[in-house]
Nanobody, 120 residues
């Protein structure tokens, strides 16, 4: 069993910052891809940022220059530093991780999500 849990969401004023964290635990041989996604009501889930084990990060155009993704491979942890937040960033954020439970057995695990609200 693998669990992925996010934390760090909350209420922040426009222009403010939040830091989201995500951790994978359980039966883990190694973790490959990790990423952050968000989903607004009635819309499809979209990628916000993702990062490889070597640290290569990619971002959605809407967050480039404002958000920074990082990971700690030893702790199977992922973070998202969100700066210059806008009201349109208000949405639930989800973390995913491609977890190998053995050398050849892998699956994609999702966390339950954390809510971010940007409002004055």
């Amino acid at each position: 069993q693998v669990q992925v849990v996010e934390s760090g969401g909350g209420l922040v004023q426009p222009g403010g910052s939040l830091r989201l964290s995500c951790a994978a635990s359980g039966r883990i041989f190694r973790v490959e891809h990790m990423g952050w996604y968000r989903q607004a009501p009635g819309k499809e889930r979209e990628v916000v940022a993702s990062i490889t084990t070597s640290g290569l990060a990619t971002y959605a155009d809407s967050v480039k220059g404002r958000f920074t993704v990082s990971r700690d491979n030893e702790k199977n942890a992922l973070s998202l530093q969100m700066d210059s937040l806008k009201p349109e960033d208000t949405v639930d954020y989800y973390c995913d991780a491609q977890v190998f439970e053995t050398a050849s057995l892998s699956g994609l695990s999702w966390g339950p999500g954390t809510q971010v609200t940007v409002s004055s």
